[in-house]
Nanobody
Framework: QVQLVESGGGLVQAGGSLRLSCAAN????????MTWFRQAPGKDREFAAS????????YYADSVKGRFTISRDNAKSTVYLQMNSLKPEDTAIYYC???????????????????WGQGTQVTVSS
């Protein structure tokens, strides 16, 4: 079992930065992908960024590419999402998720994940 705990959300002005953290507890050896999703009010949950736990390969949604950076610290079992040049449309609840299976087709699909954190609110004011 893997438990995920997010932190680092908050209120920031457009153009500002935030760093989210996701600490994984439990059987972290079972993790293949660690991924950030986000869900804005009235919208579906969408993929933001993913990292392969073992080798650090990263994947980004087009909407965040060049502005967000996902990274991991294996020693701390923690994944980070550095968010720069934030826009009001980045406002959402950000969720950390873990999956234990490799899939080039499914890593961006929230249905692929069986472990989720509680979410952390990010609000970007204009």
């Amino acid at each position: 079992q893997v438990q995920l705990v997010e932190s680092g959300g908050g209120l920031v002005q457009a153009g500002g930065s935030l760093r989210l953290s996701c600490a994984a507890n439990g059987r972290t050896s079972s993790i293949y992908y660690m991924t950030w999703f986000r869900q804005a009010p009235g919208k579906d949950r969408e993929f933001a960024a993913s990292i392969v736990w073992s080798d650090g390969n990263t994947y980004y949604a087009d909407s965040v590419k060049g502005r967000f950076t996902i990274s991991r610290d294996n020693a701390k079992s923690t994944v980070y999402l550095q968010m720069n040049s934030l826009k009001p449309e980045d406002t959402a609840i950000y969720y950390c998720a873990a999956a234990g299976i490799k899939s080039a087709d499914a890593y961006a699909d929230n249905r692929f994940y069986d472990r989720w954190g509680q979410g952390t609110q990010v609000t970007v004011s204009s």
